[in-house]
């Protein structure tokens, strides 16, 4: 298992620009993924962006070239840089990673999928609001 404590959420103006960052316990090894969600109450949890340890990253179509996804692993920190924000964008953002030989395999796939079971391993949450 692995530690993850976002920080960086806040409130901003629409338009505005904010990173969030996501500190591991530990480094993952290949075949892991990390990655971004979000979540407003009332509505299903949504993936934002996931990257696997290969480098491999998706993101969801309404933030792509908006948001972007980085990893440091000399720090074990994931990031999420966030540009032109939207009121929709509002939401408190997770870090989640899929960490062991049942999960990391199957992290990509049920990422495109929309099935996030595979994340065994979240952070606590960082809220996001962005105001008009």
């Known amino acids: 298992q692995v530690q993850l404590v976002e920080s960086g959420g806040g409130s901003v103006q629409v338009g505005g620009s904010l990173r969030l960052s996501c500190a591991a316990s530990r480094y993952l090894t290949s075949g892991n993924c990390m990655g971004w969600f979000r979540q407003v109450p009332g509505k299903e949890r949504e993936g934002v962006p996931v990257i696997i340890t290969d480098g491999s990253i998706r993101y969801l179509d309404s933030v792509k070239g908006r948001f972007t996804i980085s990893k440091d692993n000399a720090k074990n920190t994931l990031y999420l840089q966030m540009n032109s924000l939207k009121p929709e964008d509002t939401a408190t953002y997770y870090c989640?990673?899929?960490?062991?030989?049942?999960?990391?395999?199957?992290?990509?796939?049920?990422?495109?999928?929309?099935?996030?079971?595979?994340?065994?391993?979240w952070g606590q949450g960082t809220q996001v609001t962005v105001s008009s």
């Open positions: 989640a990673a899929a960490v062991g030989p049942l999960n990391g395999p199957y992290c990509y796939g049920g990422w495109l999928r929309g099935d996030y079971r595979p994340f065994n391993n």
